[in-house]
């Protein structure tokens, strides 16, 4: 028994070394002129999600010094990028003023940027935020002009995303039929790129709402259909 909690012991300082290891290696590229900004944001964000593990403050230290690294080299793609991380990191611990805040950063330079693929996504966080904030309504404006970019677009697969999320908020508000008409909108173009694991996703969702109806015959059914792909897949 000594022996064991003696190797498990060893195992684990070791463990420890290699992670210190890796951090100072990520903290040494990111201060490394010499390397390309990419890589020194890249380096500096891997960082920040080590030490989300370890130290949730340090993260968010470290994601402000990336934001403050864009200003330095006047890179607005990367301050919107690392403001967008920020706010995931945010959302993931349930602070959503903090997450909107951030979001709303991200949105202002990719307007700025004119990158409306990015502008749609960062509509659909911002909208996610609103929703578990109980604000429904907010979130719903949201998403209506997520989907309006992806529809000037003709992303089909983005436009099935706001479907997936509207029907989320719907279900959420008790609009059981509104909720599954929206799935089965998102369903349709699954089936029409042929992307096996969304189908199976949407086949799942379409599941759970019939089940939250007490309608048991079509959730079952439903279930089958998606346990039948996953198994393919």
């Known amino acids: 028994m000594k022996k064991l909690i003696f190797t498990i012991t060893i195992l684990v300082s070791?463990?420890?070394?290699?992670?210190?290891?890796?951090?100072?290696?990520?903290?040494?590229?990111?201060?490394?002129?010499s390397q390309t900004k990419d890589d020194r944001i890249y380096a500096l964000l891997s960082l920040a999600k080590a030490y989300k593990?370890?130290?949730?403050?340090?993260?968010?230290?470290?994601?402000?010094?990336?934001?403050?690294?864009?200003?330095?080299?006047?890179?607005?793609?990367?301050?919107?990028?690392?403001?967008?991380?920020?706010?995931k990191h945010f959302y993931n611990h349930g602070l959503f003023k903090e997450t909107i805040q951030n979001y709303d950063s991200a949105l202002y330079y990719y307007i700025k940027l004119d990158m409306p693929f990015e502008q749609a996504g960062i509509y659909i966080k911002i909208a996610l935020s609103y929703r578990e904030n109980g604000d429904s309504k907010r979130s719903k404006e949201l998403l209506n002009r997520a989907l309006n970019i992806f529809t000037q677009l003709k992303d089909f697969e983005g436009i099935a995303a706001v479907y997936n999320n509207m029907s989320t908020l719907e279900r959420c508000k008790g609009n059981y039929v509104k909720a599954i008409k929206l799935q089965f909108d998102a369903h349709k173009?699954?089936?029409?790129?042929?992307?096996?694991?969304?189908?199976?996703?949407?086949?799942?969702?379409?599941?759970?709402?019939?089940k939250v109806q007490e309608d048991?015959?079509?959730?079952?059914?439903?279930?089958?259909?998606?346990i039948e792909i996953n198994k393919r897949i």
């Open 14 to 33: 070791l463990i420890s070394i290699q992670a210190r290891t890796n951090l100072n290696t990520l903290w040494a590229v990111f201060n490394d002129e």
């Open 53 to 87: 593990i370890i130290n949730t403050d340090s993260s968010v230290i470290l994601y402000d010094i990336g934001i403050q690294f864009a200003n330095d080299i006047e890179d607005d793609t990367i301050k919107a990028n690392v403001f967008k991380v920020k706010g």
């Open 189 to 210: 173009i699954h089936i029409e790129s042929g992307n096996e694991r969304l189908i199976a996703g949407s086949y799942n969702q379409i599941a759970i709402l019939y």
């Open 216 to 226: 048991y015959e079509n959730a079952i059914l439903y279930y089958k259909k998606a």
